[in-house]
């Protein structure tokens, strides 16, 4: 069938995808059959929809994932970290395309840093994964950080549904990888597992003892050239060093690879021991509970976080925030007795106006 261009878009008569003005919204259920069916352009408009701060795009939001929760669930959740430079997008490229000739599914959601000043945001990440990006069984997301607590976008876990509901098997989280964003990573996924460098030493890697400690795989990259000595006895320091903490949760001790993604050599090891991982915790339903307990975790996340986005809010909170904010600056109010006046005004206030400000 012919295509015509309208307004810069492109309408195609066989596929009604298309068939969509600029900025028109669908309905929730008219996203969940696109998701459902495949078809990435409506899965990318429904993850902007999530993404997006906007009420009416929330409100739609929140019944696009209610939809898609039934069929959510079924992958295996990934986080993959390490500082920048470690080749965390090369050892993505190398172990996806392993899996996919296994025969599975890839979403591959990257996070990137928005800038604190311009709040922009690379976004780059496909350039980065040349042969993934066009592969029909990947899916790649990069989202900007929008400002959240080390470089994890505020609505990953809601992307993770969506992928599901799609038809993603295997799900990859990857990290901006400045040492504070493994918390909520660990949160979200199945396996977490932390790429390094050999002979970078601690203080260039930013590695502590805590980020060790939430590793299931380390996995040291670019151990190609004259790296590989370096790299193997590399693995053997971190092994020692494992082997000096308490057994994680999940009953395994953490394993340590060499790998080159370059030369892809070490690949199929790590994509082996992935694979034992998930088998063994499901068997002992550590997968099973750890599942259990991150809906819970994030259930409390997502009452602090609306509880704060309503009292910034508040029309009544915004029209005395200023005035505290200079009362502190020149120490008149201390930055805790400010704190209490604001929150038994937006208390007040909802009280009187039974929370219809939001």
């Not at 172990?95 to 591959?108: F, P, S, T």
Request: with cysteine; net charge neutral; glycine share 8%.
């Amino acid at each position: 069938m012919p295509k015509k261009k309208k307004n810069n878009q492109v309408f195609d008569s066989v596929n009604p995808s298309y068939k969509q003005k600029r900025g028109q919204l669908r309905s929730a259920e008219e996203y969940v059959s696109g998701i459902r069916s495949g078809d990435r352009t409506i899965l990318s408009m429904a993850i902007t929809i999530i993404e997006s701060s906007k009420d009416t795009h929330q409100q739609l939001a929140r019944e696009i994932i209610r939809q898609c929760l039934p069929f959510s669930g079924n992958s295996v959740r990934i986080g993959i970290t390490g500082v920048p430079g470690v080749g965390k997008s090369s050892f993505i490229e190398a172990i996806g395309r392993q899996l996919i000739e296994d025969g599975r599914k890839l979403a591959v959601l990257t996070i990137d840093p928005s800038s604190t000043l311009s709040k922009g945001s690379i976004l780059g990440d496909k350039t980065r994964m040349p042969l993934l990006s066009t592969n029909e069984n990947a899916f790649i997301r990069p989202s900007p950080t929008s400002g959240s607590l080390g470089g994890v976008a505020r609505k990953t876990r809601e992307t993770i549904i969506l992928c599901e509901a799609a038809g993603f098997d295997t799900i990859f989280i990857e990290t901006v990888g400045v040492g504070q964003s493994e918390t909520s990573v660990k949160s979200m996924v199945d396996l977490f597992l932390l790429l390094m460098l050999a002979g970078a030493g601690d203080e260039l890697q930013g590695i502590k003892r805590g980020i060790m400690e939430m590793a299931d795989i380390l996995a040291i990259n670019k151990a190609d050239g004259e790296n590989i000595q370096s790299a193997k006895q590399a693995k053997l320091e971190y092994e020692n060093g494992l082997s000096l903490l308490p057994p994680a949760p999940s009953g395994r001790r953490a394993s340590v690879h060499i790998c080159s993604a370059l030369e892809g050599s070490g690949i199929s090891e790590i994509r082996d021991e992935i694979n034992n991982f998930i088998d063994e915790t499901k068997e002992s339903n550590y997968f099973h509970t750890n599942r259990e307990n991150q809906a819970v975790y994030w259930l409390h996340q997502t009452v602090e976080e609306q509880l704060k986005q309503q009292f910034h809010n508040n029309p009544a909170v915004k029209k005395v925030f200023k005035l505290k904010e200079k009362e502190v600056k020149k120490g008149l109010i201390s930055p805790f007795a400010a704190a209490q006046e604001l929150l038994k005004l937006a208390q007040q206030d909802s009280a009187i106006n039974g929370d219809t400000h939001t």
